[in-house]
């Protein structure tokens, strides 16, 4: 999202257009992110649930991937993910490897 | 009473959006967005400075499209009694009206507001998400801040005095619901606000937030951690609706069940270095004083859990 200048903003501390913040992508803040293992997922959607960022997709009723614009990568769904006989269906990767 | 919300019968209509500016592993953004969930788009929000102001977004962003009141810091609920009253002006009696403040904005600073507006019986809904101290300013000791916790104006053995119990207060103006819930049991959050949704009259939640960058643990222990606190009886879930006082959830199975020692969730977390074995075991004392009392209470009058038991 472009910065406004002061002249550009609006009048009075009013913001016309709510829901904006989807403009700022905060998956940079991540240093770790999560991969999703197919194979053991068992679509609890626990990592939807429990995801603070509304970063997990979901379709169909099933999980359907990370959203990396906006995951920050704080490995909640990793830890709580339940898997498929001990074997986590998500697992926490380092970035850029 | 309604069946339990499950994860597959959850909304999935998201009114919190993403690219807000909550910390990693923020325990609040899940409680906020399970809790708007329930609370559905016909909600106005009051909203004082806290956590919650940074996470829906520092101007001009704005991380939910409900209309959202940002007000002063005490007066949360007289904010929330002045959009009551617009309401009320306009005929207008379906939309909900939900305060939202941190703890130091609900047991400090607006809690003589709060107790105002519940003494005057106004029909809106109080949140006070619970994450132990002024977190949004830097870590500052508040009034519910937890004995022994280290923050960054308590001397470095921790906050000597006691946590103050925010939802007794309330409870004792006597109004018709009050609520405790854990960003932790998300589901069970959801189903107390959808109840307090059909009744009228201030209702109040508290809801304890695990808060990695105040806490001092990693962000991926947020949600464990305040299970931790729940299966501790550190925190406990419970809900007094009209004068019924009755424990829900996973706080329910701990009567007559096991609970965790409280030392396995304070040595997770660096804010609670400065705690001795000595005060451990007199915080482990003071929970089980407080659970033998609940016990007693459950035994006395059988029917205070109810007969719907899980």
Redesign the interface.
């Known amino acids: ?1 472009k910065p ?1 200048g002061i002249r550009e ?2 009048a009075g ?1 009013v ?1 016309t ?10 998956g940079s ?2 240093s770790f992110m999560p991969v999703s293992l197919k194979e053991n997922c068992i679509n ?3 990592c ?8 997990v997709k ?1 379709n169909d ?1 099933k999980m359907d991937g990370f ?1 990396y ?2 995951c ?5 769904c ?3 993910c339940p898997g498929k006989k001990g074997k986590k269906a998500i697992v ?1 990767q380092e970035e850029d490897k | 009473m309604a069946s339990k919300t499950t ?2 019968t ?1 909304p ?1 209509d ?1 009114l ?12 609040l ?2 409680a906020y ?2 809790a708007l969930k329930a609370l559905g788009r016909d909600t106005i929000l009051v909203v004082p400075p806290s956590c919650l102001t940074v996470l ?2 520092l ?10 009141l ?1 007000v002063t810091f005490a007066s949360t609920a007289a904010g929330a009694t002045g959009v009551l009253g617009a309401l009320r002006a306009l005929g207008n009696t379906s939309t909900t009206v939900a305060a939202w403040a941190g703890d130091g904005g609900t047991s400090d600073i607006g809690i003589q507001a709060l107790s105002g507006a519940c003494e005057r019986g106004e029909d809106f809904i109080f949140f006070c998400y619970d994450n132990e101290a002024y977190m949004n300013t830097g870590v500052q000791r508040s009034g519910t801040t937890p004995q022994g916790a280290i923050t960054t104006t308590t001397p470095f053995s921790g906050k000597r005095q006691q946590k103050k119990d925010v939802p007794s207060i309330i409870a004792a103006h006597g109004i018709g619901y009050v609520a405790t819930a854990s960003a932790s049991y ?2 069970d959050l959801f189903d107390k606000i959808k109840k307090a949704k059909t009744m009228s009259g201030p209702r109040y939640f508290h809801i304890h937030i695990p808060c ?1 960058a105040g806490w001092g643990f ?7 951690l305040g299970r931790m606190a729940v299966e501790s009886g550190l925190f406990d879930l419970y809900e007094i609706e009209n004068g019924k006082w009755r424990l829900t959830g996973a706080s329910r199975k701990l009567i007559g069940g096991k609970r965790r020692p409280v030392k396995d969730y304070l040595e997770t977390q660096s804010r609670f270095k400065g705690l001795s074995e000595k005060r451990i075991d007199k915080i482990q004392k003071e929970i089980d004083a407080k659970w033998d009392g609940y016990e007693q209470a459950m035994g006395a009058q059988k029917d205070i859990a109810g007969p719907d038991a899980e």
């Not at chain 2, 101007?59 to 959202?68: F, G, M, N, S």
Request: net charge neutral; proline share 10%; hydrophobic share 40%.
């Open positions: 999202m406004r903003l609006d501390p913001i257009n709510p829901g904006n913040s989807i403009l700022i992508k905060t803040w991540r609890c959607l626990f939807w649930l429990y995801c603070p960022d509304m970063a979901v009723g959203d614009d906006y920050k990568g704080c490995g909640i990793a830890l709580e926490m | 994860v597959l959850l999935e998201e919190v959006h993403p690219g807000n500016r909550a910390c990693a592993g923020c325990g953004s899940i967005r399970i829906q977004g101007y001009p962003i704005a991380a939910t499209q409900l209309p959202c940002n998300p589901l990695p990693e962000p991926r222990y947020a949600v464990k």
